[in-house]
């Protein structure tokens, strides 16, 4: 009406004005198509600023691009990815005038507006929006102060709960802790008396975060969650909020989905009836968005159904789930999208439709590594919460496939999932194509030698999974075993694991009876038994906590040459055995510039002794350094961290390097692992234990990370022309067991992506005598004319040092070329007295069976 008289001719700024409120009207008006409103609000605001400019009116034109941004955030026609860019757009364009100086009150108001539209961005990284979002949530915090603006306070601390709901970075639970006291904070003013709207909302928002809650017990979080949903519908009635009232029946549907208390049945039933509820709301026309997501929930209840015929409800829940497909496109929404293709792809399985279950869980694969390539910004933190959030979608894959029994798929499925980062960040480093981040089984097979044969774990709920690769392989063979054995090998795994922690005694006692027992539940000698006969080398490729696990150091019988072999898998394989993170690393061209392999290799960069505590390494290292010219050996005090940055030019050109010192798992943090050098131990006096660059030892020694290497510094060192890193040094070979995604996080992959070849490690603390002649004899070995491979040179020297008697390493310390008159000495004086000479010193596996080849 007021238009009918303020027409721009005569009145422009009346006008501009009236239309910029009209379209505010249509913003939240509750009658009529919201789709509709929407539209109309849109071409009112954008007749506003053809008077309303920025030259003329500054803040109209601010305030009006602000408003405009709000009705394209909320638009439901058109891309929402497009809608959601053009409010960003205008947000930004709105700031330009409302600064914090000259308009506070309108910049906190932007700031926030800004916020929700990147929690709600569809391009871009998603967990950069959101760090985007709490960013500008906390900068309207500066002005909307609970005194100063107490509701605006409040509906700002609201949307910032919901940011840290929703959170990719950071721990989950901590940041669903700060959204839950965000929601209790906005609530101590949204009270139902003064804001009844905004209460609901908020109370909706805070049975969001009780329902995805980590801490406390889950059953009481769910009830919780149940309780406050049921009080915002005593608000949002249908009536008078059909859209809030919708989302609270979705809501509260989700709720009783995943509710523990009470009949399953019964709690499913109330579900699907609250969804059906909330869809004669979110219809397709006018809420795109909001009826793809209930169609998918709806599926979901549909599929875990308890009553009805279980073939119906699946074949209701498939409907569902494609009818929901309609709207999440993977252009649209990927990650909606990917989400409801495994949904689809498991209710296909229930179904036995292995083909469609295939093809779905495939889709959806694609579209969540696309995601993936498009993560720049949060860089390898981000991919790798990506990959723990989808780990299940490869796991349904690789089932499916074995269901198939298309082994050769499962396989290349498998080594698509693993070591993912590590694999990206070789491509990275050695500008390598991206999207060649795949291996087929062909490339694994051409991998192999002759008489060769790879094992490939593999361990999921259902039983763990043993793939075998020869040469001659037409597809992978396939060993599985029951779900009994993968139970047994996970109480394994943690007794092991939880005894070299924290009972090392108890662990060293019983290692040699733990390794027969392991023999057993992987049934090792069924393994073997599929093997060629002719087979003489093995690369074990292990899965998760197999990684730390002396695998080449288990029994088995092999029958060959009708003759049955009884030893451990370095007796029965006598071209030796080798571990590779993945098959993908093991393709990988490492070396930038290779040299010759058939030449024996002459540069040595030696690390010895820089605590001064291991006097047996001084006899190991300077025997070592006879055999190579130049041999730069950093000695002692000289190791520290200045030291080695000083020589990095000689361990640049260094063929072999040798690091001969303590060494540092940090099982809590694996990325501070480290290898120990000069100046790092700490005084335990006055040492401030929370310090974080603090590290402790299970000695209760303290170090100063500062003055180590770690492994984040490890994968910057200059190594393209080194064929081996021998580290000499306990714990070297321990990586990351708190991964749930087989990422291969350890000082030996920070080897391998620095540029070398090969890596021996280590899988425990070891003796440094022990270790000393085992290293002395294993480069005699690999320094002799034959140059044997890393892998035949350290099982020999293994093999003889688990049977070499007091007599026979007297002799071998007496003939060798490599010790000094003064070292021959001092380790003659240890055995000349008090023992037999034919006693076997060292045939424990607690000496031998730590050193593993990890590479090429």
């Not at 008078?240 to 989700?254: G, K, V």
């Not at 015929?309 to 497909?325: D, G, R």
């Not at 006096?685 to 030892?697: A, G, M, T």
Request: charged share 25%.
């Amino acid at each position: 009406a007021a238009l009918e008289v303020r027409t721009r001719e005569a009145f422009p700024q009346d006008w501009a004005n009236t239309q910029n409120n009209l379209a505010t009207a249509y913003c939240g008006r509750i009658r009529g198509e919201k789709a509709d409103n929407l539209e109309k609000a849109i071409f009112a605001y954008q007749a506003a600023l053809e008077v309303r400019t920025r030259e003329a009116f500054p803040q109209d034109w601010a305030n009006t691009q602000n408003n405009l941004a709000t009705a394209y955030g909320d638009r439901i026609r058109g891309e929402k990815a497009d809608n959601l860019e053009k409010a960003i757009s205008a947000y930004q364009a709105a700031l330009l005038v409302c600064t914090r100086e000259a308009f506070p009150e309108y910049w906190a108001n932007t700031q926030n507006n800004l916020a929700t539209a990147y929690c709600n961005r569809i391009k871009g990284e998603k967990a950069d929006n959101l760090e985007k979002a709490i960013s500008a949530y906390q900068a309207a915090l500066l002005v909307c102060t609970r005194e100063a603006f107490p509701q605006d306070w409040a509906n700002t601390q609201n949307n910032l709960a919901t940011a840290y709901g929703d959170r990719i970075r950071g721990e989950k639970a901590d940041n669903l802790e700060k959204a839950i006291s965000a929601y209790q904070a906005a609530l101590l003013v949204c009270t139902r008396e003064a804001f009844p709207e905004y209460w609901a909302n908020t109370q909706n928002n805070l049975a969001i975060a009780y329902s995805k809650r980590i801490r406390g017990e889950k059953a009481e979080n769910i009830e919780m969650a149940i309780a406050i949903y049921q009080a915002s519908l005593s608000v949002y009635t249908r009536e008078a909020f059909p859209f809030e009232w919708a989302r609270s029946q979705s809501n509260l549907a989700n709720a009783y989905s995943d509710r523990i208390r009470g009949p399953k049945a019964e709690n499913i039933e109330i579900a699907i009836s609250n969804y059906q509820a909330s869809l004669s709301v979110y219809t397709r026309e006018a809420f795109p968005f909001e009826w793809a997501r209930g169609q998918n929930n709806l599926a979901n209840a549909y599929s875990n159904r308890i009553r009805g015929p279980k073939a119906e409800n699946i074949e209701i829940a498939i409907s569902n789930y494609q009818a929901a497909l309609l709207v999440y496109t993977c252009e649209a929404f990927p990650i909606n999208h990917a989400q409801t293709l495994e949904n689809l792809g498991r209710a296909y399985r229930q179904n036995s439709q292995l083909p469609e279950a295939y093809d779905s869980f495939n889709c959806a694969i694609e579209t969540v590594e696309s995601i993936r390539r498009k993560i720049i910004i949060g860089g390898e933190a981000d991919r790798q919460k990506l990959a723990e959030e989808w780990r299940q979608l490869y796991q349904l894959m690789v089932q499916v496939c074995i269901a198939m029994e298309n082994n050769t798929a499962a396989l290349e499925y498998i080594e698509r999932s693993k070591t993912r980062n590590l694999v990206e960040l070789f491509h990275n480093s050695r500008s390598l194509p991206q999207n060649v981040q795949r291996i087929s089984f062909q490339e694994i097979r051409s991998l192999l030698g002759k008489n060769e044969a790879i094992l490939e774990w593999y361990i999921t709920v259902n039983g763990f999974k043993v793939f075998i690769i020869t040469r001659d392989s037409t597809q992978p063979y396939l060993w599985q075993s029951s779900h009994q054995d993968s139970q047994k090998l996970v109480d394994f795994a943690n007794e092991y694991i939880d005894d070299y922690i924290n009972q090392p005694d108890n662990w060293r006692n019983q290692l040699e009876t733990r390794l027969e027992k392991l023999a057993k539940i992987l049934h090792i000698d069924k393994i073997i038994s599929h093997l060629p006969k002719k087979c003489q080398r093995l690369i074990l490729v292990p899965f998760r906590y197999l990684h730390l696990l002396p695998l080449h150091a288990l029994t088995s019988r092999r029958l060959r040459q009708n003759i049955e072999e009884t030893g451990c898998l370095l007796d029965l394989f006598p071209g030796g055995v080798r571990y590779t993170p993945s098959c993908q690393l093991l393709q990988l061209p490492q070396r930038v510039n290779p040299t010759g392999e058939e030449s024996s290799p002459t540069r040595l960069f030696a690390i010895q002794n820089p605590t001064e505590d291991l006097d047996f390494t001084d006899i190991e290292v300077e025997a070592i350094a006879k055999s190579f010219n130049p041999a730069e050996v950093l000695i002692r005090e000289k190791a520290s961290k200045t030291g080695l940055q000083q020589q990095l030019e000689a361990l640049q050109n260094a063929e072999i390097a040798h690091f001969s010192c303590h060494g540092f798992f940090d099982f809590n943090n694996p990325r501070k692992s480290a290898l120990i050098l000069a100046g790092a131990k700490i005084a335990t006096d006055n040492v401030d234990s929370e310090n974080k660059s603090y590290i402790r030892s299970p000695q209760d020694k303290l170090w100063d990370i500062e003055k180590c290497l770690t492994l984040e510094e490890i994968f910057d060192l200059p190594l393209s022309k080194c064929s081996l890193v021998t580290l000499s040094a306990c714990e070297t070979g321990l990586t990351d067991i708190g991964d749930t995604t087989d990422e291969y996080i350890g000082l030996p992959s920070g080897f391998l992506y620095a540029g070398t070849t090969n890596v021996i490690s280590t899988l425990w603390a070891v003796n440094d005598v022990s270790t000393a002649i085992l290293m002395i004899k294993f480069y005699e070995l690999f320094l002799s004319e034959n140059r044997p491979p890393v892998a035949i040179a350290l099982r020999e020297s293994q093999l003889w040092l688990r049977s070499v008697t007091v007599k026979s390493l007297l002799e071998w310390v007496e003939a060798s070329q490599l010790l000094s008159r003064e070292h021959k000495q001092k380790i003659q004086g240890k055995y000349r007295r008090g023992y037999k000479p034919d006693y076997q010193p060292y045939e424990s596996p607690l000496h031998w069976a730590a050193f593993c080849a990890v590479g090429q």
